[in-house]
């Protein structure tokens, strides 16, 4: 019964999207998998889309979709915003990246400042990847130490000393209170694991133990205040307080990554929790749909990225140690200007009036799942979401464990046949132009996907 199902839930999909089919099968000869995103890449093929508008996106046979992911929650304000459109439009007429620096940065730097509690200086780059990296090497250089520490399950783009545990097997994990390290791919070399440190999310007693061990050799320790793209789970602010309080009492370097928790309140989750780390890296939101990533932190800390005398920071005479940060694009008029705009509207009122929307979009799924056979849980914060198919409490990242990987991937597919778009594992958000009808359709659409992949009517 359920193969048989399954089969009718890909070969409806395979139906409607011939085009997308043609597409992948032609695209896979010139990009390894037909997808430059290994995410966008799924069995049996990727649809391809060709155009969006607020939340509705059309792929390449011309089926529309609600876009309940906007790109991984980077487009708070839906697709081709009109504001957003016009200031993209004025800025290619006066150029789009420049030899020097350009006012705008000053603007988008004292907005972020002004609103997330621990930065006091900030620095832009090209992704939240290398937020991450300068962040983290800006610790190293600090405590001159080498090692830095993160979540079981924290996802922290895609630089080898933080492609650790992000998904580990089951086998290779080790125990629940001590996870190991595992690298999440072939290519990251045995003297990089050593250097990353693992510790359970939301387990206190576990990670104060596992950092005191390696204290002598941490730099940092990096979190997500809500487990992203390791199931939308958020912290116990319990667990941020005590990692703070370990942290000083250790001299580790707290880094918030709050490249998808920036949206949870003006100041980000930091603000949310009541838990100010030393450095927060950013990304997706602050760039406004085009490539952005940020950094910022305590002053004295910052400072270091401050030359103090000579000629440039390659000057030996300059008293170093001078933290060098590159990047052709960083800063560029773009980001920046979509930046600007976006954080502007993206004011107290529209994130209140975000988290209401995902407040009602979990309560309405979780409502429109009960008594169906396959069990679903609705996991968030604020304007984040994700759905678990098969298991029925997430508060942990193990708790993923029970997840059932086949009917998940089907959801996805049966849920992309009746025009909902959300990550293949289940990862979503609302934007503001969600309207209510949108989530009673979403609501509605899960229900009846969840239908589709157990044959029950
Ligand atoms: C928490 C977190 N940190 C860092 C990154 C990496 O950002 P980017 O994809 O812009 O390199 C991501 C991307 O999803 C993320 O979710």
Same mark, same amino acid.
């Given at each position: 019964m359920r193969v048989s199902n399954q089969m009718t839930v890909i070969a409806a999909y395979e139906q409607r999207t011939p085009r997308s089919r043609k597409h992948f099968e032609e695209v896979a000869q010139v990009i390894p998998a037909g997808? *430059? &995103?290994? @995410?966008n890449a799924w069995p049996p093929h990727p649809v391809y889309l060709e155009s969006g508008a607020g939340m509705v996106v059309t792929d390449l046979d011309g089926n529309t979709y609600h876009d309940f992911l906007a790109n991984y929650t980077a487009l708070p304000l839906g697709y081709a915003d009109p504001d957003i459109t016009r200031a993209l439009a004025e800025q290619v007429a006066s150029g789009t990246v420049h030899s020097f620096s350009r006012t705008g940065e000053r603007e988008l730097a004292e907005l972020l400042a002004a609103r /997330?509690?621990? /930065? +006091?200086k900030i620095r832009f780059t090209g992704s939240g990847t290398e937020a991450v990296m300068f962040a983290l090497r800006l610790a190293k250089a600090y405590t001159r130490r080498t090692a830095v520490a993160k979540a079981e399950?924290? #996802?922290?783009?895609?630089t080898d000393e933080v492609m650790?545990?992000?998904?580990?097997?089951a086998n290779l994990a080790? +125990?629940?209170h001590a996870p190991r390290s595992v690298p999440?791919?072939?290519?990251?070399d045995e003297s990089r694991v050593r250097e990353t440190i693992v510790v359970p999310f939301n387990d206190i007693e576990s990670s104060a133990a596992i950092l005191r061990a390696h204290s002598?050799?941490?730099?940092a320790l990096i979190l997500e205040p809500v487990l992203g793209v390791g199931g939308m789970i958020p912290a116990d602010r319990e667990y941020l307080a005590a990692m703070r309080e370990v942290c000083d009492e250790l001299g580790i370097v707290l880094v918030f990554?709050?490249?998808? *928790?920036?949206?949870?309140?003006p100041g980000g989750a930091q603000e949310h929790y009541g838990v100010v780390p030393d450095i927060t890296t950013m990304g997706k939101i602050v760039g406004g749909g085009m490539p952005i990533g940020a950094y910022g932190g305590r002053a004295d800390l910052m400072? @270091? @990225?401050?030359?103090?005398?000579? *000629?440039?920071? #390659?000057?030996? &005479?300059?008293?170093?140690p001078v933290l060098y940060q590159g990047g *052709?694009?960083?800063?560029?008029a773009l980001s920046i200007r979509a930046g600007i705009t976006t954080m502007s509207k993206l004011d107290a009122a529209a994130i209140t009036d975000l988290n209401a929307k995902g407040e009602l979009l979990r309560r309405s799924v979780t409502e429109a799942v009960a008594g169906t056979p396959v069990a679903l849980t609705v996991t968030g914060i604020g304007s984040l979401f994700n759905l678990h198919v098969g298991?029925?409490?997430?508060?942990?990242?193990? +708790? @993923?464990?029970?997840?059932d990987a086949a009917r998940q991937h089907q959801l996805f597919i049966a849920l992309l046949n009746r025009g909902a778009i959300i990550a293949p594992r289940g990862m979503g958000c609302v934007s503001t132009c969600t309207t209510t009808e949108d989530i009673e359709f979403f609501a509605r659409a899960v229900n009846e996907s969840l239908i589709d992949i157990t044959g029950e009517c």
């Open positions: 997808a *430059t &995103r290994s @995410l /997330v509690p621990s /930065v +006091d399950g924290g #996802y922290h783009g895609t650790i545990s992000v998904r580990p097997a080790g +125990d629940a999440e791919m072939a290519g990251i002598d050799r941490l730099a990554d709050e490249v998808i *928790t920036l949206r949870i309140a400072a @270091l @990225l401050e030359p103090r005398g000579g *000629t440039d920071v #390659y000057d030996a &005479r300059s008293g170093g *052709t694009f960083t800063g560029n298991v029925k409490k997430v508060h942990t990242f193990r +708790d @993923l464990r029970g997840i």
